[in-house]
């Protein structure tokens, strides 16, 4: 079964500055997706940025990174230039590739405090 | 485009009885998503669609019922409220599978006393 853990429950950053979540996962598949979704106070799930394992190339969104080390099954999430609108919940998902139903896996999620 | 949207947003249930949470999207998309969760945890999937009148279970199914009579709409019923369904759910829709985003709606937060 696969695995997402996400270390760090609760971190903050001083705005303007440079943050990184961390995520690993667990799974026998080669082929699959990984997802930072960001939820903020509103509840809405926001899709952040996404990385299709077979590239090898890092995603990048504007401020968001991620850095994708897939023979240490990593996946963390870099935040440039932190604004106040960055706080948030931040989960780590994963989708297998050619799965039937599209489960997203989801961690238990990092709390991110952007403080002023 | 209102995108994915849920009612109601709250609800208090009393252990035994029934209610039905509404979704509807108005993307056309075929493949629409229950998740919930729980205080401090992850989303986790209850029940999926890939088009109308097609649907099955996802993790954490029990206690739950669908239907999908048309590509809008996606009705997740609760039979029975039990405390352990006290949860937040989201209901969730996309084109596709993986390469496609999924877009969430606000969420229902429910309480069973």
């Known amino acids: 079964a696969q695995t997402v853990t996400q270390s760090q429950p609760e971190m903050s950053v001083q705005e303007a500055e440079t943050v990184t979540l961390s995520c690993t996962y667990d799974t026998s598949e080669n082929n699959y997706y990984l997802f930072w979704y960001k939820q903020p106070p509103s509840r809405q799930m926001i899709l952040v940025i996404r990385q299709e394992a077979y590239k090898q190339q890092n995603a990048t969104e504007n401020r968001f990174s991620v850095n994708f080390q897939k023979a240490a099954k990593s996946f963390s999430l870099k935040i440039s230039d932190s604004q106040l609108g960055d706080t948030a919940m931040y989960f780590c998902a994963f989708m297998t590739r050619g799965g039937s139903q599209g489960n997203l896996i989801f961690g238990k999620g990092t709390k991110l405090s952007v403080k002023p | 485009n209102a995108g994915v949207t849920q009612t109601p947003k709250f609800r208090i249930l009393k252990i035994g009885q029934s209610m039905t949470l509404q979704c509807a999207q108005d993307?056309?998309?075929?493949?629409m998503y229950w998740y919930r969760q729980d205080p401090g945890m992850g989303l986790k999937l209850i029940y999926y669609s890939v088009g109308a009148g097609i649907t099955d279970k996802g993790e954490v199914p029990n206690g739950y019922n669908v239907s999908r009579s048309t590509t809008e709409d996606f009705p997740l019923r609760l039979e029975l409220a039990a405390p352990s369904q006290t949860s937040v759910y989201f209901c969730?829709?996309?084109?596709?599978?993986?390469?496609?985003?999924?877009?969430f709606g606000p969420g229902t937060r429910l309480t069973v006393t």
């Open positions: 993307m056309n998309h075929n493949y």
């Open positions: 969730a829709s996309s084109a596709g599978l993986a390469t496609y985003e999924q877009y």
